[in-house]
């Protein structure tokens, strides 16, 4: 077998005919791999030889792919005849990082999948036939499979689904996205945006990626970076891009006192490379338990880290105060990006950072496996692949991805995780209630966010809110308007329901009210001036509910005062009596104007019953229920409310005692915790068992009032 690619898969540059999507094997060379599994075998190379690993496959989508398991068996053989050509090392050599003796030894490299794959097909946690891949064996023998696995099972099973499937729907999509991202850089006036592709383990095709790559090259050479994939970015004269993974993190885990394992990882890595591949991973443990081990030593030699999980606006926020708190200058730093991004994302975050900390961008499956809206004759809609392989175990210990996102979170071993999670000083992990964890999901679970449409989700709650302000034969919507991203949200869809009522029926007597209910002043007035002046909404309406809320306050703490009984916890209670005095001003606006009240629960707020009961709780619509708090922020991004709004931290604002106290502080837990559950995702048993103690809890705020029968 010729083991690299001699004749392209695709036309020049101008050609009129595009070829299909399916061509040849899915791996077409030994470079046809992601850098960072040479740069960390590199690294295993000189430190690691005899180390021993298991990997495991994972499939995240709810799909069997049980019936690819001859084509992929087959795949994955033919690995075995790809070696290191002569033309191949000559481009590794000119890399400055790859050691001469680590490239002498690649020639001699030989895959063994016969030996080191093994591939069944099992049963899964639902009873559905689920492909099983495992890879065993000495870690630098095994640690090039899974980037080229990846693609294998990815191509393989588009070939079945999407055998028809042709290069101009990729190519038409593409250039859809790179003229938005053109337009918007020019509107928004972005000037440091930098783009590096990364689609190698999720690619639709070989072929698909091949073209993206060669595509980006021509139509954006001033943000373009580079390519993780070696080859490609050979082909196309760009550098190939890449440092480390999860996986070296967590093999440390073995090698010493997991507490130190980290520090480990750290100093080995900059021992190999001497600086020349500073970008530091940051969430295997957390990135709060990275930053305890991330000294002045590391923040100044690794020339910056990567974001992977969780919020990224939080975590770029954390990155820069632990370098200014070590007297490091932010803009001597990158903050690499790479967490399931598109373009719009990546502009927010452009913004977001601008003058404060360089950033760039990893993109993969955006843009090496969408297709955009395509559906088949028979409704089904191409979604890509959500698929992982990753380390488990490591010279016979498990290891484990803790993650800033609990649905990352990767372990075998209950017992492992739980002692890492003490040892870290983690909330403790104990496995959920399972009936009490399917009653909250089948009440208030939401869709999973990779499927979630933003256009097509706050369409519908603008035709909700007009349907029912049709049916209830009133004029006016009116909502309060704090600031925040719900009420943002919220007031939009409003306004955009009441100017298409009026364009529909020709008239001018369908409003949207805006209201602003301070206590006092409020801390973040400004951001609620943002949110109005993107909402533009009919009429505003400023009602100043401080004294009335002091006046009944201080009454009821007199009377409890008076016959000696306690007061404790007044400012608590004072703030709920604020969320009251709102609705009731809401509701006399309303009886003014013919409207129905707007409120701006959702989901995330429901089952933590983070609302105060007949205060914010009381109204007449909610259009936003049926969302988690992420999928609010995604509405309100694709409305295009300003990022500072979107990826504002949610605070309620209602305690004198801590102003802007925010959410995720009150509750205990992080949206992202709430959110991944609502999903219906795995996070820390920690977590799960307080989201579960709130919601029991919190019953009687999402139900009527207890009739006597």
Not at 156 to 161: E, T
Not at 208 to 223: C, I, M, N, S
Not at 593 to 613: M, Q, S, Y
Not at 676 to 701: M, N, R, V
Request: proline share 3%; net charge negative.
């Amino acid at each position: 077998m010729n083991n690299t690619m001699t004749e392209s898969p695709l036309h020049t540059a101008g050609s009129t005919s595009l070829s299909d999507l399916f061509k040849g094997h899915a791996i077409r060379s030994f470079t046809d791999t992601d850098l960072y599994k040479l740069t960390m075998q590199q690294a295993v190379f000189s430190k690691y030889p005899d180390t021993q690993v298991r990997y495991e496959f994972v499939v995240r989508s709810n799909e069997s792919l049980a019936d690819d398991f001859a084509a992929t068996h087959s795949e994955i053989n033919a690995l075995s005849k790809l070696t290191l050509t002569d033309s191949e090392a000559r481009q590794l050599q000119k890399l400055p990082f790859f050691s001469e003796a680590y490239i002498s030894a690649l020639r001699d490299f030989r895959f063994e999948p016969e030996r080191h794959v093994k591939m069944r097909i099992v049963p899964d946690k639902n009873g559905m036939k689920q492909l099983k891949i495992s890879v065993v064996g000495s870690w630098y023998k095994t640690i090039l499979y899974e980037v080229m696995v990846l693609a294998i099972v990815s191509e393989v099973r588009n070939r079945r689904l999407w055998p028809e499937m042709k290069l101009e729907t990729f190519r038409k999509t593409l250039f859809e996205k790179v003229e938005h991202l053109k337009s918007e850089i020019k509107r928004r006036n972005i000037t440091n945006f930098k783009l590096a592709e990364m689609g190698t383990r999720r690619r639709f095709s070989h072929v698909a990626q091949t073209y993206a790559v060669q595509y980006l090259a021509r139509t954006l050479p001033e943000y373009l970076v580079g390519s993780s994939n070696i080859m490609l970015a050979h082909e196309n004269h760009i550098k190939p891009i890449g440092t480390v993974a999860h996986e070296y993190f967590m093999a440390h885990q073995a090698f010493t006192n997991v507490k130190l394992s980290q520090k480990l990882a750290l100093d080995v890595w900059d021992d190999v490379f001497r600086g020349r591949l500073g970008v530091a991973l940051t969430d295997t443990i957390g990135s709060d338990a990275f930053l305890d081990d991330f000294d002045f030593k590391f923040a100044n030699s690794f020339s910056g880290a990567r974001h992977d999980s969780g919020c990224p606006f939080t975590w770029g926020d954390k990155f820069i105060a632990h370098y200014e708190t070590l007297d490091i200058d932010p803009m001597t730093k990158t903050l690499v990006f790479t967490d399931g991004l598109d373009f719009n994302q990546c502009l927010d975050l452009c913004e977001y950072f601008a003058g404060r900390i360089n950033v760039s961008f990893g993109i993969g499956t955006f843009l090496s496996a969408d297709l955009g809206e395509v559906t088949k004759e028979d409704g089904t809609q191409y979604k890509p692949l959500s698929i992982v392989m990753k380390l488990v175990e490591c010279n016979g210990q498990p290891v484990a991805k803790i993650s800033d996102e609990p649905g990352k979170a990767i372990c075998e071993s209950d017992i492992y995780l739980a002692n890492l999670h003490e040892r870290f000083g983690l909330p403790q992990f104990k496995k959920p209630e399972k009936a009490l964890r399917e009653r909250a999901l089948a009440e208030l679970g939401v869709q999973p966010t990779e499927i979630f449409n933003p256009e097509k989700e706050s369409r519908a709650r603008v035709d909700f809110l007009k349907s029912k302000l049709i049916e209830s034969r009133r004029h006016s919507l009116v909502l309060g308007i704090s600031g925040g991203v719900d009420s943002t949200t919220t007031g939009r869809m409003a306004q955009q329901a009441v100017d298409e009522l009026n364009q529909a029926f020709r008239t001018d007597k369908f409003k949207f009210i805006a209201v602003r209910l301070p206590a006092g002043v409020q801390k973040d007035e400004d951001d609620a001036q943002a949110a109005l002046a993107f909402i533009k909404p009919s009429l505003n309406a400023t009602i100043n509910i401080g004294d009335a809320s002091e006046d009944i306050h201080n009454s009821v703490v007199s009377e409890m005062k008076a016959g000696n009984l306690s007061v404790g916890q007044a400012d608590f209670h004072k703030g709920n009596v604020k969320a009251r005095m709102r609705m009731i001003a809401q509701y006399e606006l309303a009886g003014f104007h013919e409207g129905l009240v707007v409120g701006t629960d959702h989901n995330a707020e429901a089952i933590t019953g983070f609302f105060t009961k007949h205060g914010d709780g009381a109204c007449d619509i909610v259009p936003l229920r049926g969302l988690n708090k992420r999928q609010v922020r995604l509405i309100a991004q694709h409305l295009g409310a300003p990022a500072s709004l979107y990826a504002k931290a949610a605070t309620a604002d209602l305690e004198e005692e801590r102003p802007l106290l925010e959410d995720e502080i009150a509750l205990g837990l992080t949206y992202d915790q709430i959110d991944d559950f609502l999903e219906g995702k795995q996070i820390s048993g920690a977590a799960e068992d307080k989201i579960l103690s709130i919601y029991k809890a919190t019953s009687h705020k999402r139900a009527l009032p207890v009739e006597y029968r």
